[in-house]
T-cell receptor, first 119, second 117 residues
Framework: AQKITQTQPGMFVQEKEAVTLDCTYD???????LFWYKQPSSGEMIFLIY??????QNATEGRYSLNFQKARKSANLVISASQLGDSAMYFC????????????????FGKGTLLTVNP | GAGVSQSPRYKVAKRGQDVALRCDPI?????LFWYQQALGQGPEFLTY????????KSGLPSDRFFAERPEGSVSTLKIQRTQQEDSAVYLC???????????????FGQGTRLTVV
């Protein structure tokens, strides 16, 4: 089973509007972390936002917020007031805790969503 | 430089050729990771170093892949006898803390795009 599922291969949004990028995850750990990265055409992965499994508040970083629904195992990224520079690939990723029997340092990524912001 | 630097940015190799990809992490960063990103996919974990120690190489796809970080800073990913399925972007990432902290942010380089012809 996929550990990180991003069901939207591509999304379009008008400049200045908000957009939600979906991410669901699969883990049996109680302790885990969820990350969103942006990858522009230059190739670099840029960290956007982090949500810990024990965090009670949804994470926010400027125009980025994470809609964390633990029971549904979803961690959707919301970008408010989209800008042309937001056009890029967006990846959801998870770091699992030690109890998974695996490492707790590596990130597992989804397949990404290509966001296009239209003027 | 301030960020993670990878070289070369692009590499074209003939099938069977050996290649070496270099990663200069952010100064002082303890942890270093290599990921492989196939076209249209998310990055996949290859290997992890804590300082000079390679603690996890479970993601290396075959024994043709070898990584080292002899002095705990610069790392090299070597691929021997390259094959077409090795074509991908190879991303290096580093982080300040040891990898065990849940919210440790990893800083990525721009990657090396390897094309095997």
């Amino acid at each position: 089973a996929q550990k990180i599922t991003q069901t939207q291969p591509g999304m379009f949004v008008q400049e200045k509007e908000a957009v939600t990028l979906d991410c669901t995850y699969d883990t049996s750990d109680q302790s885990y972390g969820l990350f969103w990265y942006k990858q522009p055409s230059s190739g670099e992965m840029i960290f956007l936002i982090y949500q810990g499994s024990y965090d009670e508040q949804n994470a926010t970083e400027g125009r980025y917020s994470l809609n964390f629904q633990k029971a549904r195992k979803s961690a959707n990224l919301v970008i408010s007031a989209s800008q042309l520079g937001d056009s890029a690939m967006y990846f959801c990723a998870m770091r699992e805790g030690k109890n998974s029997g695996g490492s707790n340092y590596k990130l597992t990524f989804g397949k990404g969503t290509l966001l296009t912001v239209n003027p | 430089g301030a960020g993670v630097s990878q070289s070369p940015r692009y590499k074209v190799a003939k099938r069977g050729q050996d290649v070496a990809l270099r990663c200069d992490p952010i100064s002082g960063h303890v942890s270093l990771f290599w990921y492989q990103q196939a076209l249209g996919q998310g990055p996949e974990f290859l290997t992890y170093f804590q300082n000079e120690a390679q603690l996890d190489k479970s993601g290396l796809p075959s024994d043709r892949f070898f990584a080292e970080r002899p002095e705990g800073s610069v790392s090299t990913l070597k691929i021997q006898r390259t094959q077409q399925e090795d074509s991908a972007v190879y991303l290096c990432a580093s982080s300040l803390a040891q990898g065990g902290l849940m919210n440790t942010e990893a800083f990525f380089g721009q990657g090396t795009r390897l094309t095997v012809v």
